[in-house]
C-alpha cells in the first residue's frame, strides 16, 4: 500500500495536542469566514475603527493561528472563498493574499518585521477602493475612465488613508504604496530593498488571486491560468516570488477542483512532497454525476493522473466542504495506514 507524505516542507504541518477530537476541525471553514467577515468591516468602514493598527495586527494574529493550525486545510478554506464569492470581494481578495503572503515570508524566511509588513499590507492594500473594488466585480462592463484613474492611483491613496488612520510602519506604508510595481527587477529578489522586495511578493500574490477569483463580467479561471500569470514568459515581474508561490501551494492547491484522467472530477484536499501529485477527493463519476460518497485518491501514480485543473463555475455542486476538510485532516494523521481511505491504482 502507497503512502504520501501529508506536506511539503515550505509550510510544515502542524497539528494541536488535541488531534484525535475532531471537534476543532468541525468550524473551521466558520472560522475564515469570520475572519473574512471581520477583515469586510475594517475594509468597508475604516474610518469607524477605534485603533485600526491594532485591528489589523489581530487580524494578522488570527490568520497565523489558522493557517498554523493545518496549512492544506486553511489553504483549502481560502481557495474555496475565492474562487466562490463575489459578495465583499475586497476582503476575500485581500484575505487569500494576505495568507499567500504570510507562507511566502515563511518560505523566504524573512525577518519577523518584514513579515509583518508584508502580510499587513496584503491585508490594507487596496483600502485606498474597497467600494470600487467590490463595485467592479460586480459590473459587467470594463472601468470607465473615472474608474481606471482611481484604479491606477489607488496604492498611493492607500497609504495616505493608512498614515490618516495611525500606521506609522514605514515598511507597511511604504508595500502598500508600491504593491502595484511594474517595472524590472535590477536585482535578486532577496537582494533588493525591502519594500520592493515585499511589494514584488505582493504584487505576485495579488495576480496569482486575482485570475481565481471570479467577476460578474467573468467566472473564476482555472489554477493553470494563475500559475501561467505569476511563472509563465511573460512573467518576469513574478519571477522568483511566483516560482516559490507554486512551490510552496502546488500546481493544485489544495480546495482547487480538477480533471482525472478516469474522467471523473474531484477537489484537491492535501498537499504532497510533489507539488504535481496530491491527494484529491472525487466528487462527480465519468458521466458527471455525483458519487454517493467521495473517495479519496492518490494521483502519485500515472494509472490516476490529474489531467487539468477546472475553474469552480464548471463543477455545478452543492459540495459538503467540512467533510473533505475533515477527510484530508484524517488523511494527514495517518497517512502511514490509509487503507480505508485512499485507493491506491491498482486497487479500485
Not at 476541525?25 to 474610518?47: F, N, T
Request: charged content about 20%; proline content about 7%.
Amino acid at each position: 500500500m502507497q503512502s504520501f507524505t501529508p506536506s511539503p516542507s515550505c509550510t510544515p504541518l502542524s497539528l494541536s495536542a488535541s488531534a484525535e477530537d475532531d471537534a476543532p476541525y468541525q468550524d473551521l471553514l466558520g472560522m475564515w469566514s469570520d475572519l473574512e467577515a471581520a477583515l469586510g468591516l475594517l475594509l468597508a468602514r475604516p474610518a469607524l475603527v477605534q485603533q485600526l493598527p491594532t485591528k489589523v495586527m489581530q487580524l494578522h494574529t488570527w490568520l497565523q493561528e489558522l493557517v498554523a493550525h493545518d496549512s492544506d486545510s486553511a489553504l483549502y478554506a481560502m481557495f474555496q472563498l475565492a474562487g466562490t464569492s463575489t459578495v465583499g470581494y475586497s476582503a476575500s481578495h485581500a484575505l487569500v493574499c494576505a495568507t499567500l503572503c504570510h507562507i511566502l515570508a515563511v518560505d523566504f524566511e524573512l525577518p519577523p518585521h518584514e513579515r509583518d509588513a508584508l502580510v499587513r499590507a496584503a491585508f490594507t492594500m487596496n483600502i485606498g477602493m474597497t467600494t470600487l473594488q467590490d463595485q467592479l466585480a460586480l459590473q459587467r462592463d470594463r472601468p470607465s475612465i473615472a474608474q481606471q484613474e482611481a484604479i491606477r492611483l489607488h496604492p498611493q491613496e492607500g497609504r495616505r488613508k493608512l498614515e490618516e488612520l495611525g500606521i506609522q510602519d514605514t515598511l507597511w506604508l511604504d508595500t502598500v504604496g508600491l504593491h502595484h510595481i511594474n517595472t524590472a527587477a535590477q536585482a535578486p529578489l532577496m537582494q533588493q530593498p525591502p519594500a520592493e522586495r515585499l511589494a514584488r511578493i505582493l504584487a505576485t500574490c495579488d495576480r496569482y488571486a486575482a485570475m481565481i477569483s471570479p467577476r460578474r463580467n467573468r467566472p473564476g479561471r482555472s489554477v493553470a491560468d494563475s500559475v501561467q500569470a505569476v511563472t509563465g514568459p511573460q512573467s518576469k515581474l513574478y519571477e522568483q516570488a511566483g516560482d516559490a508561490l507554486i512551490r510552496c501551494v502546488g500546481l493544485f492547491p489544495p480546495g482547487v477542483y480538477v480533471a482525472l484522467s478516469t474522467a471523473e472530477t474531484a477537489v484537491v484536499v492535501r498537499r504532497t512532497t510533489d507539488i504535481g501529485h496530491p491527494l484529491v477527493a472525487t466528487l462527480l463519476d465519468a458521466r458527471k454525476a455525483p458519487l454517493r460518497q467521495p473517495e479519496l485518491i492518490s494521483t502519485a501514480s500515472r494509472a490516476v493522473r490529474i489531467t487539468h485543473a477546472l475553474p469552480p463555475h464548471e463543477v455545478n455542486l452543492q459540495v459538503n466542504h467540512r467533510t473533505l476538510v475533515q477527510l484530508g485532516m484524517y488523511a494527514a494523521r495517518f497517512s502511514d495506514g490509509l487503507h480505508q481511505l485512499v485507493s491506491v491504482p491498482g486497487t479500485r
